[in-house]
T-cell receptor
Framework: GAGVSQSPSNKVTEKGKDVELRCDPI?????LYWYRQRLGQGLEFLIY????????KSGLPSDRFSAERTGESVSTLTIQRTQQEDSAVYLC??????????????FGPGTRLLVL | AQKITQTQPGMFVQEKEAVTLDCTYD???????LFWYKQPSSGEMIFLIY??????QNATEGRYSLNFQKARKSANLVISASQLGDSAMYFC????????????????FGQGTILTVHP
C-alpha cells in the first residue's frame, strides 16, 4: 500500500514569507508526527497528533510554527514569517495506534525547505 | 543532558566485517523503547530494530542485532557481514512513557553516526 507522502518535496522561499508543508499519512494511521532535521543533525520532534487533536506540541520552536490535521488524515505544517534558521528537512511520520511503546513510525520522504 | 548520545560521528568498516555503532541513553522511566533507524543519502528513514526496556533478550533482525545493557543504559547496534549498501547515517532513538502512563509515541533521536563500508 501507499506510504507516507509529503509535498512539496523541495521549497525555496524568501525570508519573511509564509510556507505550508503537507503530509498524507498511511491510511488508517491515527497518529501523525512532525520532525525537523537540520543539515547533518538528528531529528527534532515538533508536534504529535492523535486523530485531529495535538496532545503534544512541545517541540514547536516558536509561535511562527503551527500545524493542523483534518479528517484524521492530512496534516499541514505552517511556518509564518520564515527565517533562515528555519531551513531544514521537515519529516512527517505516522503510526497506529500512537500509544504503543513498540509501534514503528513510518516516515515520509520529507520536504526540504530553504529560506533565502 | 542529552537523552540520546551517539559518540561516533563517523565509522568505517570493511565489507563483510562486523561493526558496532554506539548509543547511550538517559531516562528515569522504567518503561521505554529503543529504536534504530537507517537514513541513506536519499533521505528516507528506514526502521531497523526495536528493543523494549523489559525485553529479556537482545533484539535481532537479520544482520542487525542490539547489544542492550540496561544497567549501563546502552543500546549498541551491531551490523554483521557489512555490505556496501549499509553505508548510511544511523540514528538511535528512544520513546518514553508519558506522565499519564501511556506512550505518546514521540521519538527522541541522537545525532547519528555516518557509516562507510569499504570494498
Amino acid at each position: 500500500g501507499a506510504g507516507v507522502s509529503q509535498s512539496p518535496s523541495n521549497k525555496v522561499t524568501e525570508k519573511g514569507k509564509d510556507v505550508e508543508l503537507r503530509c498524507d499519512p498511511i491510511s488508517g494511521h491515527t497518529a501523525l508526527y512532525w520532525y525537523r532535521q537540520r543539515l547533518g543533525q538528528g531529528l527534532e520532534f515538533l508536534i504529535y497528533f492523535q486523530g485531529n487533536s495535538a496532545p503534544d506540541k512541545s517541540g514547536l520552536p516558536s509561535d511562527r510554527f503551527s500545524a493542523e490535521r483534518t479528517g484524521e488524515s492530512v496534516s499541514t505544517l505552517t511556518i509564518q514569517r520564515t527565517q533562515q534558521e528555519d531551513s531544514a528537512v521537515y519529516l512527517c511520520a505516522s503510526s497506529s495506534p500512537g500509544t504503543n511503546l513498540k509501534e514503528t513510525q513510518y516516515f515520509g520522504p520529507g520536504t526540504r525547505l530553504l529560506v533565502l | 543532558a542529552q537523552k540520546i548520545t551517539q559518540t561516533q560521528p563517523g565509522m568505517f568498516v570493511q565489507e563483510k566485517e562486523a561493526v558496532t555503532l554506539d548509543c547511550t541513553y538517559d531516562t528515569s522511566d522504567p518503561s521505554y523503547g529503543l529504536f534504530w533507524y537507517k537514513q541513506p543519502s536519499s533521505g528516507e528513514m528506514i526502521f531497523l530494530i526495536y528493543q523494549g526496556s523489559y525485553d529479556q533478550q537482545n533484539a535481532t533482525e537479520g544482520r542487525y542485532s542490539l547489544n542492550f545493557q540496561k544497567a549501563r543504559k546502552s543500546a549498541n547496534l551491531v551490523i554483521s557481514a557489512s555490505q556496501l549498501g549499509d553505508s548510511a547515517m544511523y540514528f538511535c532513538a528512544m520513546r518514553e512513557v508519558n506522565a499519564g502512563g501511556t506512550s505518546y509515541g514521540k521519538l527522541t533521536f541522537g545525532q547519528g553516526t555516518i557509516l562507510t563500508v569499504h570494498p
